[in-house]
């Protein structure tokens, strides 16, 4: 054999190995945006039935009224619906195609581009978890630790309810699980004391993230001002609280966001969590949650899994929420 020859085939074989690398990628990008689609496919069922049908019949006069009335059902909210849909109609789509690119350019739009990535700025980064009872903070906690684990950042929970015996045995089960030290404190203690202690017990280890859980069930407007706000004092250390997640039921709809304004008056949330999408049709929600707090919706919860939860990416979203029609 020949140099010449010997080149060819190594170039033929380097060609052959990156076409392989190539299409491995690529399947595994299909099956991670694959996930998400699946489990958004509720929202995506009924905001599509209601625009095929609207489309169906061609563009006339009840058009609009049926896209917005399939928005509303996704629960994007009155104003967004109604600023979408005067958006879609001034671009004066004649098809079906054109009508669904608007629509997904002005969803685009109402998202808009916002940093969603969770800040590790400090060391030990802290990141704080708030929310209503049931929504899904707990579960959120520990599918964060095994996100962080999984990069192989070490992490350290604080079991900050202490009203319920129960609350603490959960969050310490959810530890094992993923292998991750929790600290709690006495049925009755002080909450602030927790996150404390968990600080502490980061620093002396040297510990990546403290991700500090609370308690959901806080009676009166004032306790809770009052004892998030001495958490989120204490858990800053001397220095400060990376995230402030607030978590956000999907299934609660439009009710929910009534619920949490008190807790993005009472803590500087950073971020938004939203649960439950697999589980909803009104996946349109993070539109409206979006505007109605001014926060990013960060990270999307799609299950009961320790791999349920997945950053929340706009593009991917609203292809999903289109992708019935
Ligand atoms: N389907 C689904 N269920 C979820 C999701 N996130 C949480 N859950 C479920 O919601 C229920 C409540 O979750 P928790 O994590 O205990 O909620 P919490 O906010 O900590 O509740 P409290 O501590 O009582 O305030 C549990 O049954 C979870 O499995 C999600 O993304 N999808
Ligand atoms: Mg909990």
Redesign the pocket.
Known sequence: MDNTTLVALLIIAAIVVLIGLLLIRRRGESKDSGVERNRLARTAETLGVALRHAWGSGIDGSTWGEIEDALLAADVGVEATTRIVDGVRSTKPETAEETRDALASQLRGELGKVGRTLATRSHPSVWLVV??????????VAKLAKGLKDEGKTVILGAT?TY?AA?NE?LQTWGDRVGVDVVGGQVGGDPASVAFDTLASARAKGIDVVIV?T???LHGKKNLMAELGKIHRVAAGDGLVDEVLL?L?ATAGQNGLAQVREFAEAVPVTGIVL?????TARGGIIIAVEKSLGVPVKLI????GMD??VPFDPDIFVDALLEES
Not at 275 to 279: A, F, H, I, M, Y
Request: net charge negative; aromatic share 0%.
């Open positions: 929310g209503v009872n049931g929504s899904g903070k707990t579960t959120t309810d319920r609350a959960q859980d308690a959901g069930r978590v039921d649960t439950k999408l697999d589980g919860g799609v299950g009961e349920d939860l």
